[in-house]
């Protein structure tokens, strides 16, 4: 275990809070460095892949750099990101090395346009104007941003994040790289997530259903990744094909993965809401109401909906938070 300690990193209005760089040393791996064209936001942009306080693959560190884990085409992988300037140094480890610092750029948002966003609302124009430095981002893994999704589907974030952190831990590997990586996890590979027990779900509190999808899909992975490639409505079909794998997850899964600008997220139990409030004021907004809302961003909704929430215009809560359920005593 590093001794090397660990900012509390915060999240605040849909805004991961990156700490400033202080130059801290780091061993030596396979270096790039990239020079963003415009502003880029490291804690915007990544702050998306993080998968909730403690996630075993992501990690920002006392120096304010970004570490993530990755399984990548070539095997596991380490990247550690950092500002030097106006420049943007990776440096990474593992057999994954070369395969992540050529998509250092896409990961950072080189392949998105911001340019073809329009503010239609005066609070997106708001927000839009404060975040110049928003980039959507494509990790190129689908899996890696599937199977999150999927523990994510009807429970609370604090049972997801806890289950993805459970099963990273018992059934991932150990990141390649010192410092931060010493303390990371690489998620299984498509088979170690197909052999994964019944049990050892019930323990990470996954019910049987999200347990079967993530499986299935697993079982499927290559076909599956391929949809990285494809335009967002045949990427959505491509992973909508897998038995319990809907619209939500979809959504959620290609925001990351392809850095898809018109992902929006439908089914969700708190944005429509979130984005009804913020646009119109009122209360209560359900998924037809909030497409209704977005259609003058067509193309752009997805970018749309991120900018709403970086605003931090949330309805009041009226209700007690859902409790965590806990599946072992089931």
Same mark, same amino acid.
């Given at each position: 275990?590093?001794?090397?300690?660990?900012?509390?990193?915060?999240?605040?209005?849909?805004?991961?809070?990156?700490?400033?760089?202080?130059?801290?040393?780091?061993?030596?791996?396979?270096?790039?460095?990239?020079?963003?064209?415009?502003?880029?936001?490291?804690?915007?942009?990544?702050?998306?892949?993080?998968?909730?306080?403690?996630?075993?693959?992501?990690?920002?560190?006392?120096?304010?750099?970004?570490?993530?884990?990755?399984?990548?085409?070539?095997?596991?992988?380490?990247?550690?990101?950092?500002?030097?300037?106006? /420049?943007? #140094?990776? &440096? !990474?480890? @593992?057999?994954?090395?070369?395969?992540?610092?050529?998509? %250092?750029? +896409?990961?950072? =948002?080189?392949?998105?346009?911001?340019?073809?966003?329009?503010?239609?609302?005066?609070?997106?124009?708001?927000?839009?104007?404060?975040?110049?430095?928003?980039?959507?981002?494509?990790?190129?893994?689908?899996?890696?941003?599937?199977?999150?999704?999927?523990?994510?589907?009807?429970?609370?974030?604090?049972?997801?994040?806890?289950?993805?952190?459970?099963?990273?831990?018992?059934?991932?590997?150990?990141?390649?790289?010192?410092?931060?990586?010493?303390?990371?996890?690489?998620?299984?590979?498509?088979?170690?997530?197909?052999?994964?027990?019944?049990?050892?779900?019930?323990?990470?509190?996954?019910?049987?259903?999200?347990?079967?999808?993530?499986?299935?899909?697993?079982?499927?992975? /290559?076909? #599956?990744? &391929? !949809?990285? @490639?494809?335009?967002?409505?045949?990427?959505?079909?491509? %992973?909508? +094909?897998?038995? =319990?794998?809907?619209?939500?997850?979809?959504?959620?899964?290609?925001?990351?993965?392809?850095?898809?600008?018109?992902?929006?997220?439908?089914?969700?139990?708190?944005?429509?809401?979130?984005?009804?409030?913020?646009?119109?004021?009122?209360?209560?907004?359900?998924?037809?109401?909030?497409?209704?809302?977005?259609?003058?961003?067509?193309?752009?909704?997805?970018?749309?909906?991120?900018?709403?929430?970086?605003?931090?215009?949330?309805?009041?809560?009226?209700?007690?938070?859902?409790?965590?359920?806990?599946?072992?005593?089931?």
């Amino acid at each position: 275990m590093s001794g090397e300690r660990t900012t509390r990193t915060t999240v605040r209005g849909g805004r991961l809070v990156v700490p400033a760089t202080r130059g801290q040393a780091v061993g030596t791996g396979t270096r790039r460095r990239w020079t963003p064209e415009g502003p880029l936001d490291l804690g915007v942009t990544l702050g998306p892949l993080r998968r909730g306080p403690g996630d075993p693959a992501f990690r920002v560190a006392a120096d304010g750099a970004v570490w993530r884990a990755s399984r990548t085409p070539y095997g596991p992988g380490t990247l550690r990101i950092a500002r030097e300037g106006d /420049a943007v #140094l990776g &440096e !990474a480890w @593992g057999p994954g090395a070369r395969w992540l610092l050529d998509g %250092l750029p +896409a990961l950072l =948002g080189a392949e998105d346009d911001p340019s073809a966003f329009v503010p239609r609302h005066r609070l997106v124009h708001e927000a839009h104007r404060r975040n110049p430095g928003l980039r959507l981002g494509r990790t190129g893994l689908v899996l890696e941003s599937l199977i999150p999704s999927v523990l994510e589907q009807k429970v609370t974030s604090d049972e997801a994040y806890r289950g993805w952190r459970l099963l990273l831990w018992r059934f991932g590997e150990p990141a390649p790289g010192p410092g931060e990586a010493e303390r990371m996890r690489v998620m299984p590979d498509p088979r170690g997530w197909a052999l994964v027990p019944s049990w050892e779900w019930h323990r990470a509190g996954v019910d049987a259903k999200r347990a079967a999808a993530v499986v299935r899909a697993a079982r499927v992975a /290559a076909r #599956l990744e &391929e !949809a990285a @490639g494809m335009a967002t409505e045949e990427a959505a079909a491509r %992973l909508q +094909a897998i038995p =319990g794998i809907g619209p939500w997850t979809a959504a959620e899964t290609l925001q990351r993965s392809n850095g898809s600008p018109d992902a929006v997220t439908v089914g969700d139990l708190h944005l429509p809401r979130i984005v009804g409030y913020a646009l119109t004021g009122e209360r209560g907004a359900d998924d037809a109401t909030m497409l209704e809302l977005l259609a003058p961003y067509a193309g752009q909704r997805h970018r749309a909906t991120r900018l709403i929430l970086l605003s931090g215009r949330t309805p009041p809560r009226r209700a007690p938070r859902f409790s965590v359920r806990d599946f072992r005593a089931m």
